[in-house]
């Protein structure tokens, strides 16, 4: 039997977002998927499962990118793949805003703002909140509310936020979305227990 590999997906691919992402990664203990980056994503759904099971340690931490085409585009395409695979568990998904022409929108749980406070606000891709109460839009969250998942968790622009979230800053808005989800969905007591005992 196959063990279930603990994966956190993030809806921003650019190189921006990569070098946040991998950062973060190296924080929380887990290992970032560093070929999903694309802007659009250039790999499968069935491309990426084979890297997540190869990846060394849980959480794997992966991006998707539709680079703002409207409707169902290869990020999505590749991300509900992903999402619904049987060796998968999501432990949250971080939605993240965008500026599209015509704008796709999610229900999330929460937002965090550019400076780091929960909201129950949307945020715009700067990191600050609008008016809807639980709404992100973005270009790669079409299909989120299809997911079956533990928690979204709405953000601005990964690795920007007028340099409030850049990776040499440590990616603070990116890393405490992770934490978030890491702690909602009880994987860090997991892990922290499973310490204890090993040592």
């Known amino acids: 039997m196959s063990i279930r590999r603990r994966v956190i997906l993030i809806t921003d ?11 973060v990664a190296r924080e929380v203990g887990g290992r970032c998927i560093t070929m999903s980056q694309g802007n659009p ?5 069935e491309e990426l499962v084979k890297l997540i099971k190869r990846a060394a340690n849980d959480p794997v931490l992966v991006m998707f990118d539709d680079s703002g085409l409207v409707g169902e ?12 695979h049987k060796d998968i568990e999501v432990l949250g998904i971080i ?3 965008a500026k599209t022409h015509q704008a ?14 929960l909201t129950p606000y949307g945020v715009d891709k700067h990191g600050i909140p609008e008016l809807e109460i639980g709404r992100l839009n973005g270009d790669t ?3 989120l509310d299809e997911l079956d998942v533990p928690i979204i968790v709405g953000i601005g622009d990964v690795g920007k936020m007028a340099r409030h979230d850049h990776y040499e800053r440590g990616a603070p808005i990116t890393k405490k979305a992770v934490e978030l989800i890491l702690e909602r969905s009880g994987f860090r007591d997991e892990r922290e227990r499973t310490n204890l005992a090993d040592s």
């Open 141 to 143: 969250v079409y299909c």
């Open 73 to 84: 585009g290869a990020g999505e395409r590749a991300l509900k793949y992903v999402a619904t």
């Open 95 to 97: 939605a993240v805003a």
């Open 41 to 45: 994503s250039v790999l499968t759904g």
């Open 13 to 23: 691919g650019d190189e921006y977002a990569k070098r946040a992402v991998e950062h």
């Open 104 to 117: 796709e929108w999610t229900r999330i749980d929460v937002s965090i703002d550019r400076d780091g406070e």
